[in-house]
């Protein structure tokens, strides 16, 4: 059985950093790009960040580029979310997603979802 297991959420002050976690069980995703997304209370879920395979390549949504680092480690089976600079509209449940087909921005071309972790950010 896969499963994804986000940790790492919590909450903190604006301005604040947090890294979230994302360990793959059940096969390996080394070959496979992997992301996270984020949906805010109320609001639709968003794309946030996408990682190739080898980790060569990286695409951030323009409302974190600059502020958020995607990074993985293929032996840990592991993808990683380093968030700095976090502010209040950063607020929200943030998924992990694994073995994107095609379009990386969307939820649906991933075969493989988290059950996510919630981030609070203060002001």
């Known amino acids: 059985q896969v499963q994804l297991v986000e940790s790492g959420g919590g909450l903190v002050q604006a301005g604040g950093s947090l890294r979230l976690s994302c360990a793959a069980s059940?096969?390996?995703?080394?070959?496979?790009?992997m992301g996270w997304f984020r949906q805010a209370p109320g609001k639709e879920r968003e794309f946030v960040a996408a990682i190739s395979w080898s980790g060569g390549s990286t695409y951030y949504a323009d409302s974190v580029k600059g502020r958020f680092t995607i990074s993985r480690n293929n032996a840990k089976n592991t993808v990683y979310l380093q968030m700095n600079s976090l502010k209040p509209e950063d607020t929200a449940v943030y998924y992990c997603?694994?073995?994107?087909?095609?379009?990386?921005?969307?939820?649906?071309?991933?075969?493989?979802w988290g059950q996510g972790t919630q981030v609070t950010v203060s002001s």
């Open positions: 997603v694994a073995d994107a087909r095609g379009n990386y921005k969307l939820w649906d071309e991933y075969d493989y």
């Open positions: 059940g096969r390996s995703f080394s070959s496979a790009g």
